[in-house]
Each structure stands twice: as structure tokens, then as C-alpha cells.
């Protein structure tokens, strides 16, 4: 049988170990989906409701795999239809190849239909590796070095295959002057600074009285070093949003997220250190990291571009972060004095404290906080957790408690809405055996998630464990902006642009085979939950949550408050009352008994 490319293009990912392939057909991709036919399942094919959706499952199966996602389309309205999930896998540094189809060879140029300039769209998100082909010869090279490149650099890569080229006999490249031959196989080396640096950041960690670490994504696989190091120095560690799973939340020392969704423990430990330890992160808002000259930092990261740029850092550390602490651990010396490590446990457990009482407040009809507050214990073991970008990234960062093996995602850099449920299907190719929920707020139900859940229907029955759960919070409302319209704009809630219909979306999951909860009354939010982990098929909540809470920040800035202060003393914001009610409470949650009045006063 003659070897077509399309069949040799199959071929060559296999042998690069690629096993699943997520996205849409199309006629300007026909011939690779032929290849796929004729293959056998010797990678499966995962179709998407929409090309933005498969791309953001090739980012997330880069993430909960390790290795390399794939997506594929076809021409023009395909190949651009990626490119939202695309960046975000860019920005998160992940590796990730698209396919995508072009017209015919003969027919470019001519301003054909579908014909789109792909190689020049693809630049800056693929800027990496982005190649169209024009011969069959060509494309053993191009697969090679789009996916060594994708591994090697941690980035989008992009080949883009005529129509015609698709369908052509496969032909080797001939031993001849012009021709490439190249192989397959990528195996990340062992990056580790040299000895004089790491006794540089050594030193710097040594002579610090108050360390607080900072850890990322990159430190996901680093559990055990970053404990080592943390108890050898005594030190606090927060986490960046993406870097959520690289420590389980029991350990008393961790002070959780950082930033606006973060936690105030994680905001006293950068502004009261005196040394930084930052690993494996690109977290961006220097106004959560200590002030310019506070602290003496050292940072490790893998690569080049993201050091320094956060915090002006004294050593910079240029490694894998597993590798690095490893080195460093037998340089560091014990810190016998544990009054820091000591406060920071009480500022955890005071914040702990101080969420329960938030979560436990009445609100109409459900406060959104109290979701997650009773989901959190009730997370299986090695559970995977993804959430959508708005306010349910507040609930996931703050009130979700990580235990050790469990592991979670979001869209990070690019802070997408529309990627929970997207996210949550790949975790579920990748860990077939993993229950997962999805956090979702119902604008990004309304936006694309709703018609995943189609290829949920489609698909799970494929999968070794059924739990998957998709939670909403329906509070008619673009939350997170509306929010952000208030407090630091100082208008008042926009009805136009930030009321959305009130969708039965328990009921929609019903009308496709899946089970639908619908949850209204804050007394049967943890049996909802009890009922869903019980079900024998993959389950849709939908809890209805007022969106008058706050996602208050770890630290109301006085700008912030004036801010405020003013939309509530002009009174014109259509949600008046509810706003004012809820943000009392949430504020004087802080101020109830059950704190220890004399550790704060001598915290302060």
C-alpha cells in the first residue's frame, strides 16, 4: 500500500510517542485525518466541539502528562480558532504542537477561499518552530524539529500541511545536497548551576533571619526538595496559582496562594520577610512581593528569560528546580531560632480560621465560598482539580486544601475564561483513573464549556473511573469584573455588559445522559456534593450563588477602599444593598471571637 504523507505524518508521531490528538476535522485536513483512520488507533483522536477547546486540551494534557499535547485542525477558520488555547499553553510554558491544514499548493496566493496567511498568524504564537511544507521530503524534518523544539524550549510549535501535500506518496529525503535527514528522540538534560553559584545563593539563604519561598509550576515535581529546604531554613512558603499542587496545604508552614486571589498569611510573609527563595515562578505582581531592598533574594528557574524579572534577585539560579535544591540542600545550615517559622503557622492558622467563618456566612441564596469549603475534604485522593479564570479562581485558590498526589490547573499567563471543563476532559485522557471536578462560573458555561459537556457525554464511558464533575456557580453575573468595575474603577455594576440569562444548565446535562444537581438552599451544598462523588456517571452542579460576596483580596489597599467607598456612598449600583450586606460581613468575619487578641498584637 502506498505511503501517503498524511500516513507518514501519523507514523512519526508515534514514534515520538504522541498518543492522543485533540481537535476538528476539515477538508483542508482530510488527508491526515485519513492517515488517522487507517492507523488503527494507534493514536486516538479526542474531537472537540470547537478548535479552541481541543487546543486548550493539548495544553492541559501537556500539563497533567508531562509530555507533549497535540492539536489539530483544518484551514483558515480552524487553524485561527486555535489560537486562544494555544497561548495559553505559550504563556504557560507548555509544550504543544498544532497541525493545521492550508489550501492547495497551486492555489495560494490567489486569494482562495479558506486561504489565510498561516505562517505569518502562527509567528508569535508558535514563534519556536512554525514551518509550512512544500514537499514530501520535507516533512520527516519539520516533525522532528517541531516537537524537539516544543519539549526542548517548553513551547508552541506549529506545522502546516497543503491539502494537496497531504494526499502525495511519501518519499525519504535523497542522500543529495539540499536534502536533511533527521531523527527522532528528546531527552531533557540535567541543568544545575555551577558550585560557586550555589554556594553564592547559600550564603544569601544562610545569613537570612526571616525566609519566605515563592514557588511555581515549575516546582511541581520538586515536593520533597522544597520541604527539605524550607525545614533546613526555617522558611514560609506561598504559592503562585499555577504552583498550587507543588505542596499539599497540610503542612502548616505553607501559607497557600498569593496575590489578589491569595491568602493573608501568604501577604505578611512578603512583606515581613528579609530573604526570598523564589522557584520554578513567573508570578507578575511585584506589589504582593516584598519592596525593592526588604529582602535578599535568590531565584531558581529553568529558564533564562524568567529570572530576575519579578524581584531584583542578588543570586540568579539557572536550573531544573528538583536539581538545584538537591545541590543547594547540603549547603544550607539548620536555623536553630524558630520564632519566624512560628509566626507564619499562626498567620496560617488565624487565615484558616478566617475563611471557615466567610464560607460558613449566609448569603442569597448560597454563598459561593461555602461551595468550596465543603468540597474541599471531600476530594478523593488524587483527585485532580481544574478551574475556569473569574471569581471561582478566588474559591479554588483560597478554600480548596490540597493533599499530597492531588493536582490542579488553570488557565495561568493568559487567564483565559473558558478553559475548566476543557482542562478537566484532558486530565481525564491523561488519568483515566483520577476522579475530576471542573470549577466553573457561568459566564464561561454560557461562553464554551456548555457544549463540552457534549464531548463528556461522548466520551466517558471510555474512561477506567466516571468521576467527573462539573461544578457551576450560577449567579447571573461576570463576577470577577463586576467586581473590578467597583473597586477600581469606582463604578457601579454595568447591567448591560455584566448581567447574563439565567441558564438550567443541571437540566442541559440531564437532556445529554449526564446526572444534573441543582442546588439552592446553603443546606444542601455537602450532600450535593456527597451525591455527586456517589454517582455512577459524570455529574453537573449547579449551585445558585449570590454574587453580592466579595473576592476580597488578601490586603485592601487604602486607593482600594476609597474606591469602594465611594460607589457605596453614591448609592446608583443596582445590587446596593446585597454589595453593602455581604462585604460588612465578610469584613467583620475577621474581627468575630476565636482570635487571639495578644499573638496579633505582637504579630503587628
Known amino acids: 500500500m502506498t505511503t501517503t504523507v498524511g500516513d507518514y505524518l501519523i507514523e512519526r508521531l508515534y514514534q515520538w510517542g504522541v498518543r492522543r490528538i485533540y481537535g476538528y476535522p476539515g477538508d483542508g485536513i482530510n488527508g491526515v485525518f485519513g492517515a488517522l483512520n487507517r492507523a488503527n488507533g494507534k493514536i486516538s483522536f479526542i474531537q472537540a466541539r470547537h478548535e479552541e477547546m481541543a487546543a486548550f486540551m493539548a495544553s492541559a494534557d501537556a500539563k497533567f502528562s508531562g509530555e507533549l499535547g497535540v492539536c489539530i485542525a483544518t484551514s483558515g477558520p480552524g487553524a485561527a480558532h486555535l489560537l486562544t488555547g494555544l497561548y495559553d499553553a505559550r504563556l504557560d510554558h507548555m509544550p504543544v504542537l498544532a497541525i493545521v491544514g492550508q489550501q492547495a499548493r497551486t492555489a495560494l496566493g490567489a486569494h482562495y ?35 524537539r523544539t516544543a519539549l526542548g524550549q517548553r513551547t508552541v510549535t506549529a506545522i502546516i500541511l497543503p491539502n494537496d501535500l497531504q494526499e502525495l506518496e511519501y518519499s525519504e529525503p535523497p542522500h543529495a545536497h539540499g536534502a536533511v535527514h533527521s531523527g527522532v ?4 538534560p540535567k541543568v544545575v548551576p555551577y558550585d560557586i553559584d550555589l554556594q553564592r545563593a547559600a550564603d544569601v539563604l544562610n545569613a537570612g533571619r526571616k525566609v519566605a519561598m515563592l514557588v511555581g509550576a515549575g516546582a511541581l515535581d520538586a515536593a520533597d526538595e522544597l520541604v527539605a529546604v524550607a525545614d533546613r531554613l526555617g522558611a514560609g512558603v506561598a504559592k503562585a496559582l499555577l504552583g498550587k499542587a507543588a505542596l499539599p496545604d497540610d503542612l502548616p508552614w505553607v501559607t497557600g496562594s498569593i496575590g489578589l486571589l491569595g491568602t493573608e498569611a501568604s501577604y505578611k510573609l512578603m512583606t515581613e520577610c528579609d530573604t526570598l527563595l523564589m522557584v520554578g515562578s513567573g508570578f507578575p505582581y511585584s506589589e504582593f512581593l516584598p519592596e525593592e531592598g526588604q529582602a535578599r533574594g535568590v531565584q531558581i528557574d529553568i529558564k533564562a528569560d524568567m529570572l530576575s524579572i519579578r524581584y531584583p534577585m542578588e543570586v540568579n539560579l539557572h536550573g531544573d528546580s528538583a536539581e538545584t535544591l538537591r545541590a ?78 492531588m493536582m490542579g490547573s488553570l488557565s495561568g499567563g493568559l487567564a483565559s475564561m473558558g478553559a475548566a471543563v476543557p482542562y478537566a476532559i484532558a486530565a481525564k485522557f491523561c488519568h ?85 444537581i441543582y442546588v439552592d438552599r446553603e443546606d444542601q451544598v455537602a450532600a450535593a456534593w456527597d451525591e455527586a462523588f456517589g454517582a455512577d456517571r459524570p455529574v453537573l452542579i449547579e449551585f445558585k450563588t449570590d454574587p453580592n460576596v466579595p473576592p476580597l483580596p488578601s490586603h485592601i489597599t487604602l486607593e482600594q477602599a476609597k474606591t469602594y467607598a465611594s460607589v457605596l456612598l453614591r448609592g446608583d449600583d443596582p445590587d446596593q444593598r446585597g454589595m453593602f450586606v455581604q462585604s460588612a460581613k465578610q469584613v467583620l468575619s475577621k474581627m468575630m471571637p476565636g482570635r487571639n487578641k495578644d499573638k496579633d498584637k505582637d504579630e503587628r
Not at 119 to 129: E, H, I, L, P, Q
Not at 185 to 188: A, F, K, M, S, V
Not at 350 to 370: C, G, V
Request: proline residues 6%; contains cysteine; glycine residues 4%.
Open 432 to 516: 483515566s483513573d483520577r476522579p475530576v471536578v471542573a470549577m466553573v462560573g457561568d459566564g464561561a458555561m454560557q461562553m464554551n464549556n456548555m457544549a463540552e459537556l457534549i464531548t463528556v457525554a461522548k466520551y466517558w464511558k471510555q474512561w477506567q473511573n466516571s468521576q467527573w464533575i462539573c461544578c457551576v456557580f450560577n449567579n447571573e453575573d461576570l463576577n470577577q469584573v463586576t467586581w473590578e468595575q467597583r473597586v477600581m474603577a469606582g463604578d457601579p455594576k454595568f447591567e448591560a455588559s455584566q448581567n447574563i440569562p439565567n441558564v438550567p444548565y443541571h437540566r442541559f446535562a440531564e437532556s445529554i445522559g449526564l446526572k444534573g
Open 113 to 147: 477561499q479558506q486561504e489565510v496567511d498561516l505562517a505569518s498568524m502562527f509567528k508569535d504564537v508558535a514563534g519556536g518552530f512554525v514551518q509550512q511544507a512544500s514537499a514530501p521530503a520535507q516533512v520527516r524534518h519539520l516533525v522532528d524539529r517541531a516537537i
Open 185 to 188: 528522540g528528546y531527552t531533557p
Open 328 to 405: 543547594l540542600l547540603p549547603l544550607l545550615q539548620e536555623k536553630p531560632e524558630r520564632s519566624w517559622r512560628q509566626s507564619i503557622e499562626r498567620w496560617r492558622t488565624h487565615w484558616d480560621q478566617t475563611l471557615e467563618k466567610r464560607a460558613m456566612l449566609a448569603a442569597e441564596p448560597i454563598n459561593p465560598q461555602r461551595v468550596a469549603l465543603e468540597l474541599s475534604p471531600r476530594l478523593p485522593d488524587l483527585a485532580i482539580v481544574t478551574s475556569d479564570s473569574g471569581s471561582c479562581a478566588n474559591w479554588y485558590a483560597r478554600d480548596i486544601q490540597f493533599r499530597r498526589g
